[in-house]
């Protein structure tokens, strides 16, 4: 069979939307150790689960069974606004590296927020609303979750109050500004509003990130729940590839506390472990804050407040503060448990890489694409001018 012709973009039609996330937890053979009490180093119930997180939402971080899981409608029309997400064939980067690879990519900037991260943030901010909760509070680096958890909220009129690192807060006035108009409340973490923010700031003044108390905590990262949600860009990229024949080998995607990389992998790793496809998984993330590549694999809080659940995960310590020079995202401490055992079962591979060599790449990579854009608006002008020399002359 002939194989089609790869367009720059491959965009799937809104009713090709995947109808069920995808839990790629019911395939791995070693499942992820549970989540223990801080007090009682014993494995957490959903009961206890439940003042933390809205309910719904602690039995998708407890459902190690089921592979699949119902998108709501409400949420799906949402998706509708901005997915299904494009894939993009590289053309101009494989030209750029002179590479015989072929390259593709999966490009969630396509929505308001900016990122992906709005895929989990509008569930997350649908069950608390379902649950009838007044708000939700959470803790942003970048800002990039702070943004969409803001819209999803905003929404769903819900309140919404995050705590942002201080150095983002304070580097990224746009960001947190975005947050304000969507009605968000922005504070500056860690601050004096709360007890841990409070301790933190007398013994590191001006740095990390911290919680606080008060409606139900969300997070944009790290928690099974989270990579159920973020499931969805796999899907779509699967779906994608196999309308054209396409087989990828090595699947590559960031890494901080996995949702990016998690979701992107979830029904490709499913297909490896239960021995129907192979492929390599390579998670890239910063020298600044590598949890895979120098962490240890062993249980740990998942806050620096010490007063979440204790994961077993590769993490570098709930301690840990990053240089004060390195971005605002990519910061945190720890990766998803789900992640961590399959790092530790060999099933994915971790690079480290410093920032500055990502900046070079990515000016690299921007300047290709705006250097064909103008080659191609050349061209585009070229032929309009072509095609003005051959009409003939007429008049009103």
């Known amino acids: 069979m002939k194989q089609k012709e790869i367009p720059y973009k491959i965009y799937l039609e809104e009713s090709e939307m995947p109808k069920e996330w995808y839990?790629?937890?019911a395939d791995m053979k070693n499942k992820p150790a549970p989540l223990l009490n801080p007090q009682t180093l014993q494995p957490m119930t959903a009961e206890e689960l439940g003042a933390v997180f809205c309910d719904e939402l602690v039995a998708q971080e407890l459902n190690e069974t089921d592979p699949y899981i119902a998108i709501p409608e409400e949420i799906r029309s949402f998706y509708k606004m901005y997915r299904p997400s494009p894939l993009v064939r590289a053309y101009c980067l494989e030209e750029k590296l002179d590479t015989p690879a072929k390259i593709y990519y999966k490009f969630e900037g396509n929505n308001t927020s900016g990122s992906h991260k709005l895929n989990s943030a509008i569930a997350q901010a649908y069950?608390?609303?379902?649950?009838?909760?007044?708000?939700?509070?959470?803790?942003?680096?970048?800002?990039?979750?702070?943004?969409a958890l803001s819209m999803a909220c905003s929404y769903f009129d819900l309140d919404c109050k995050v705590y942002m690192v201080k150095v983002s807060y304070e580097q990224k006035p746009f960001r947190r500004e975005v947050m304000r108009t969507y009605g968000a409340s922005v504070t500056p973490s860690p601050s004096e509003t709360t007890e841990i923010g409070r301790q933190i700031l007398k013994e590191f003044p001006g740095t990390t990130a911290t919680t606080t108390e008060g409606y139900r905590y969300v997070l944009g990262s790290v928690l099974n729940q989270v990579l159920l949600h973020q499931s969805v860009i796999g899907l779509e990229s699967k779906i994608a590839m196999d309308k054209y024949g396409i087989k990828p080998d090595m699947i590559i995607g960031c890494a901080g506390g996995g949702s990016n990389l998690g979701g992107l992998i979830a029904p490709f790793m499913g297909e490896k472990l239960r021995g129907e496809a192979d492929y390599e998984f390579i998670a890239v993330e910063p020298a600044s804050c590598p949890s895979l590549t120098r962490g240890r694999y062993v249980y740990d809080f998942c806050d620096t407040g010490k007063v979440c659940p204790l994961a077993k995960m590769y993490t570098l310590g709930s301690g840990f503060i990053p240089s004060a020079n390195h971005a605002g995202g990519l910061r945190y401490h720890g990766m998803n448990p789900a992640l961590s055992q399959m790092y530790e079962d060999g099933l994915l591979e971790a690079r480290s890489v410093e920032q500055t060599s990502v900046q070079e790449s990515k000016e690299s990579f921007r300047h290709r694409r705006a250097a064909t854009r103008s080659v191609q608006q050349s061209m585009r002008h070229s032929s309009v001018k072509r095609q003005a020399k051959k009409r003939p002359f007429c008049s009103d």
């Open 127 to 147: 069950y608390a609303k379902k649950q009838g909760l007044k708000g939700v509070t959470t803790e942003t680096g970048a800002g990039q979750w702070g943004t």
């Open 23 to 25: 839990n790629v937890r």
